[in-house]
C-alpha cells in the first residue's frame, strides 16, 4: 500500500472516529483540534492523540520535521474542526471537492473569474509551502462555514499531500480549476 493510501485510509478512520464520538466528547475534541489551526503539526501536545494515534509508522517523521503526511492530517483535521463548529449538519461530505466548494461561494450569476472567490481561491492554489497553503486554507474553510458547504476531507488530505511533490503539484491545481469552473447548472439540466 502506498503511503498516499495509508493517509487516506488514516484520515478516513479518524473522521469516522471524531463524528462517532458522544456529543460532548465530541465537541471538546473539536475545538481542542481547533486550536492547532495555524500551526505546526507537533506543536500543541494536547493535539498529538487526536493525529497520530494508530497513524502508520509509514507516515511518521523520524527526524523530527513534520513529513508531508503529517502535514496532509494535521491540516485535514484541525480545519475540518473549524469548519464544522457551530454547524448541525456534518461538513465532511465525500465527493465534495475543494474547487466544487469553492465554486459554490460565487454568487449566482456572477462569472466565477470575476469574483473575489477567485482572487483568494487562486492565492491558495499558488502558495508553495504547508505554512502558506494553511494560512489560504483557513481563509477559505471559514467562508465554507459560513456558507454551510461541506468539503470531502480525504481528498483534501490527499490533495495536501500531493501538493508538496513537484510532480503531483500540477495535477492538484488542474482539478481544484476544473472543479471550481465547471458550471453547476450543467449537472442539474443533464440530470
Known amino acids: 500500500m502506498t503511503q498516499r493510501q495509508q493517509l487516506q485510509q488514516y484520515v478516513a478512520a479518524r473522521l469516522r472516529w471524531l463524528q462517532t464520538l458522544p ?4 465537541k471538546a475534541q473539536l475545538a481542542n ?10 506543536d500543541l501536545p494536547e493535539l498529538w492523540g487526536a493525529f497520530l494515534q494508530d497513524m502508520p509508522e509509514d507516515l511518521q517523521s523520524s527526524t523530527g520535521n513534520p513529513t508531508p503526511a503529517e502535514w496532509a492530517i494535521y491540516l485535514s483535521l484541525t480545519l475540518y474542526a473549524l469548519h464544522q463548529q457551530g454547524q448541525t449538519s456534518p461538513m465532511y461530505r465525500e465527493g465534495e471537492g475543494l474547487g466544487k466548494a469553492a465554486r ?6 456572477q462569472d466565477p473569474g470575476e469574483s473575489n472567490i477567485q482572487k483568494r481561491f487562486n492565492a491558495l492554489a499558488t ?3 504547508m505554512p502558506e497553503i494553511s494560512h489560504h486554507l483557513r481563509g477559505m474553510i471559514q ?3 459560513a456558507g454551510g458547504i461541506p468539503l470531502d476531507y480525504v481528498q483534501l488530505a490527499c ?4 501538493l508538496q ?3 503531483a503539484m500540477p495535477h492538484v491545481r488542474l482539478r481544484w480549476g476544473q472543479d471550481f469552473y465547471h458550471d453547476p447548472k450543467e449537472d442539474t439540466e443533464n440530470a
Not at 33 to 41: A, D, M, S, T
Not at 104 to 109: I, S, T, Y
Not at 159 to 162: E, F, G, I, Q, S
Open 23 to 26: 456529543e460532548h466528547p465530541r
Open 33 to 42: 483540534l481547533r486550536r492547532g489551526v495555524g500551526r505546526v503539526p507537533g
Open 104 to 109: 459554490l461561494l460565487v454568487p449566482p450569476g
Open 127 to 129: 502558495a508553495a509551502q
Open 143 to 145: 467562508l465554507l462555514r
Open 159 to 162: 490533495d495536501l499531500y500531493d
Open 165 to 167: 511533490f513537484p510532480d
